[in-house]
């Protein structure tokens, strides 16, 4: 990676790299890419002061799209690994992404965790409600009934799981959800979600115009939440259960103190000389 | 109140008028980088060219301000009357399989939506000064809609039917 960081306000293109991205003409993920980026620009943030960290899917290539500091790691696992970044460098702004699959199947029980510990991360969950690597199976957030997945030719007959909810009742303290046909609208949630000193969730609405080309009408049924955020869970809660799905907007915002291992002084927790401390008897 | 009306200094009307090129050349680059990598070299041709294009006019704009300080504008702070720039091509649109007539129309669309833009400041906004360059801009736009219905009559017309993929990335294996 470059290190040098512009004189001049950084712009958007700065915090992609040369690498161009596979995504199919038409997907989402490109808007989530250039949400990031123009969050980025706007923080006026530093390259070398950031890290996207990435599990495996379609969306978690977005690590390599950009100029930051990046690891694709293992399926599910993204969160994991960025909280050992942020306990050992507390000092990094620390990005997550992945989709529904990887964030809420695989790598389920490390996002309730997540939310329960409170890091200071921001996670943006790419969710087009389906396995796009692996050619259309239903996920987690895959309707009961949708019967276009060659596993499941009948429908899954599951429930799909509520990403927000999941996020509320597990503890997590911004919770927000966003739109890619709206690039703009997701880069200030992101810029709130940067911002926010605790973990922050964002569901990213990001359509697959391969495997479910029926949410390329989404853009026609997203909405705004009214009002914008709330400290209640319980309203929180409220509303989330009374939306379909498809209303965005900062839902939950919460000062419990965010979890810093360490003391949070912004020393490394994870130097040689904290755990030696720690484990000397 | 619309947009067009809270034009009412030239140097925010510039600001809005870089941000939409902009905007609209790093969408045709997306879109050129993503048609490379599918395999559809004609039509990411046609896009790369048609950033140059915008990237062009985006720094005859910034020529045009004379090097004053244009106001920084948070993205969401725009207030588009569509999601994105009026300019900047809908990721929504796109296929894998289009033609170069098909992303000539696309861009036809783009240019149409940037001079409507412009035509609207250039009767409502309040300033004498931002009218008459806005009604110049939306004479561009103008001009460049011309220019792309003449290389769309230069290209191959094969309309909206479905061309063979032997391999689609959504073939059960």
Not at chain 2, 104 to 114: C, F, I, T
């Amino acid at each position: 990676m470059d290190k040098t960081t512009p004189t001049q306000a950084p712009t958007p293109r700065d915090y992609k790299s040369d690498i161009k991205p596979i995504w199919c003409p038409g997907c989402g993920d490109v808007a989530v890419l250039n949400a990031i980026t123009k969050a980025l620009a706007f923080l006026e943030m530093p390259r070398e002061q950031a890290a996207l960290i990435t599990g495996i899917g379609c969306s978690s290539r977005i690590a390599a799209y950009t100029s930051l500091y990046g690891f694709h790691g293992l399926h599910g696992r993204a969160l994991a690994l960025a909280a050992g970044l942020k306990a050992a460098r507390q000092d990094l702004t620390v990005l997550v992404a992945g989709g529904d699959g990887d964030g809420l199947s695989i790598g389920g029980n490390h996002f309730i965790h997540a939310c329960r510990r409170n890091m200071d991360l921001t996670y943006v969950l790419m969710d087009n409600e389906v396995y796009g690597m692996t050619k259309g199976q239903a996920s987690p957030t895959t309707a009961a009934d949708w019967t276009h997945g060659k596993l499941t030719p009948g429908g899954s007959g599951i429930r799909p799981l509520p990403p927000a909810s999941l996020a509320l009742t597990a503890g997590a303290t911004f919770i927000a959800r966003g739109f890619t046909g709206d690039p703009n609208g997701l880069a200030r949630i992101l810029v709130e979600a940067i911002q926010h000193p605790g973990f922050a969730f964002v569901q990213a609405l990001s359509p697959c115009p391969t495997f479910r080309p029926e949410q390329m009408e989404w853009k026609r049924h997203v909405r705004g939440f009214e009002p914008e955020a709330t400290s209640d869970p319980l309203e929180a809660a409220r509303r989330i259960q009374a939306d379909d799905g498809m209303s965005t907007g900062i839902i939950y915002r919460s000062d419990y103190p965010a979890f810093r291992p360490g003391g949070g002084d912004g020393a490394a927790a994870g130097s040689l000389e904290s755990m030696e401390s720690e484990l000397r008897i | 109140m619309k947009l067009s009306a809270q034009m009412t200094d030239l140097d925010t009307f510039l600001a809005y008028s870089v941000a939409l090129e902009e905007e609209a050349a790093e969408r045709h680059d997306e879109l050129a980088d993503m048609m490379e990598v599918h395999n559809n070299p004609e039509v990411a041709e046609t896009f790369r060219k048609l950033a140059r294009y915008s990237r062009l006019h985006a720094r005859e704009i910034r020529d045009r301000s004379q090097g004053a300080e244009l106001p920084k504008i948070a993205p969401w702070d725009f207030g588009w009357e569509t999601m994105e720039g009026p300019e900047t091509a809908d990721i929504g649109d796109m296929n894998y399989l289009m033609n170069t007539a098909q992303a000539l129309h696309v861009a036809m669309g783009n240019e149409q939506r940037a001079h409507d833009f412009y035509s609207a400041i250039s009767t409502e906004s309040p300033d004498p000064e931002v009218r008459a360059v806005a009604a110049e801009f939306a004479d561009e736009e103008q001009e460049h809609l011309a220019l792309l219905e003449q290389w769309l009559s230069r290209v191959p017309q094969e309309g909206n039917e479905t061309v063979f993929d032997p391999d689609p990335p959504n073939m059960p294996e």
